[in-house]
DNA sequence: CTGAAAGCGCTTACAG
DNA sequence: CTGAAAGCGCTTACAG
């Protein structure tokens, strides 16, 4: 006498598309259909479909979704590092736009490496994800033909990628710290050292930013040049302001490759009571909330990481409904912040 | 004249267990069960659904053992905010242990709002995850009916929960913002200001350990409390601080209830040419890496949210697998960094 | 300890 | 525009 004598033992209590489509009174392919949106459904039909699934609260079972039809409602999003603000927003502005659309994003961390990144891809694409957002340019052949091999959309962020790459969202690393450099030579510096860590791909295209301009302007040294492969921390920036500044061709200005190596150069400024800008101007790069508090407030390039990421989930949904895309390659330029450090 | 006539043609190209087991001469069944290290299948078996699996390359498709066990490879792991690293450091180290062990993370920023982790909690649970983590004890009871209602594995972090809760790894904040408290008192301090922002389940524990050893020491004075519901920055601390010392009865400390505030506070009193420690100390709470490198450094509390991450995941993975626990509540404390700035 | 049968809840691929 | 059939790749629930 159960009321639903059709419901085998092992039912999960949720509505399924069958007892929608019995209670709309059509067949199962119509109401999976009508759900996806398809235009060959008749209103009506339609209509009755979507009546049912509100009735009964239905909602669709993902795992089922993506064993038939071998793709599931997840994205794969690759960042370096979640340990700077600056990937954190990037990753929250795609995953609200990801999420907003209906997709759940799997998260991996790199670590800067090719090889993690290749791990994490391979991993994740045992998930069938309906799409993938990297970070940068820098991937293996590995991870390019696995992607490729599923024919699966794939959108890089933070760079601008050549015609030839697939999909990108970012803007010019090298132009960002070219216009900086220009700026510290327009304000009359003339021995501006690049201060550089971790040294990953958008780093060095931030180094020879500063090349150009420096060598446009007839001021080049390669003595000028400071790296320094570990990890950026405010610390590394102390350590580095310190060892720059005890060096042997005096610096008049310190750019470095990003706000928190700045911020430690800043706070080293003050234990040694160096004056910042009047003996040696400090610059970083990112713009980073707190460089609008420090002492002195920091000179920087603004950039649109959250708007990246948001446009980059835009252009990634796009390309997973099989839509055209006008504009491939997106320059979302940078700022310049000039504050007191400059 | 295909080679795999018994291939259908929306085949993936990936083996499946029907290839093992055929590979292996034995049963689906019986592969499946050597798969997942069920005991009760013969070792020579076992060996040869093993081998098999290496010669073809075998991976289990997620979605296909999602779908028959009603239970996905995936653990939900949400944290208030990306912003603060204390929850970047809490979700890498969850997210690592939970990798290694095959599942993967669904993550959720509930921007500390129990109605938001609510509504994450309902998206995610349609995923039948295998098991959640949740940061506080301040979840909706819809929150927890819905994870009850699937008999699903959760545990708590960050908090001491108390005994009638589920399962919980933390510390004392309450015990940790008292001890930092009866520091500055034993360092001769009398007006000592707690300066809180966010407002959250976990800075009101911190305000109460203040509170505690205030009045346990006759100093207490509610006029020492200042609240600000707007979210930790560096800016507002600055503001705080500037706020606090232009107040009328004078503080001769000031203890933020995290280090973010701090900073800002470190830096107004730089600007604003006030000595600290010597005109008012200064304290915060989680011990960030930057703390070390401030002018002066950061007195503040050492927070063990790597390790608060990794055994929640821990503890997490033994309830998924059905152990038993022996101790379903960890207190991990928490240490006193004392240094220039008290 | 092992396996044949049935089913998880959808969509693909056809046919009409 | 609609639907019956088959199948996605596993595991559950039985039976032996």
Chains 1, 2 share one sequence.
């Not at 067949?27 to 509100?54: C, I, K, N, Y």
């Not at 997709?103 to 799409?131: K, S, W």
């Not at 610390?235 to 720059?244: D, N, S, V």
């Not at 603004?302 to 446009?311: I, L, S, W």
């Amino acid at each position: 006498m159960s009321r639903e004598p059709s419901r085998s033992l092992r039912a999960t209590g949720r509505a399924t598309l069958a007892d929608v489509a019995r209670l709309a009174e059509v067949s199962p392919m119509t109401a999976s259909r009508a759900l996806r949106g398809e235009r060959s459904v008749d209103p009506a039909l339609a209509q009755r479909v979507h009546d049912a699934v509100l009735k009964l609260g239905y909602q669709p079972d993902p795992a089922a979704r993506a064993l038939a039809s071998r793709r599931s409602s997840h994205v794969v999003v690759l960042i370096p590092s979640l340990t700077n603000l600056l990937f954190v927003d990037l990753l929250e502005a795609a995953q609200d736009s990801l999420r907003a659309a209906g997709f759940q994003t799997l998260i991996g961390i790199t670590h800067y490496d090719a090889g993690e990144e290749e791990q994490l891809v391979r991993e994740h694409l045992l998930h069938r994800p309906a799409g993938v957002l990297l970070t940068g340019l820098e991937q293996t052949r590995a991870t390019r033909r696995e992607i490729a091999a599923q024919s699966l959309p794939c959108v890089t962020m933070m760079e601008n990628a050549s015609a030839a790459e697939d999909c990108s969202v970012g803007f010019s690393q090298v132009e960002a710290a070219a216009a900086m450099t220009r700026h510290l030579l327009q304000r009359g510096r003339r021995r501006i050292a690049f201060a550089a860590a971790q040294l990953d791909a958008r780093t060095l295209q931030r180094l020879e930013g500063w090349r150009r301009a420096m060598a446009a302007a007839g001021r080049h040294d390669a003595r000028l040049e400071w790296r320094d492969a570990a990890a950026s921390s405010v610390g590394l920036g102390a350590r580095m302001f310190e060892q720059i500044l005890a060096a042997k061709p005096p610096v008049d200005a310190i750019f470095f490759c990003n706000d928190d190596l700045a911020h430690g150069a800043l706070l080293a400024a003050l234990r040694l009571g160096i004056e910042v800008p009047q003996r040696v101007a400090v610059a970083g790069f990112n713009d980073l909330p707190e460089s609008a508090y420090t002492v002195p407030t920091l000179t920087t390039v603004r950039t649109p990481r959250a708007e990246v990421g948001r446009r980059a989930a835009e252009m990634l949904l796009a390309r997973i409904r099989g839509q055209a895309l006008e504009t491939p390659h997106l320059d979302l330029g940078f700022e310049l912040v000039v504050r007191e450090s400059s």
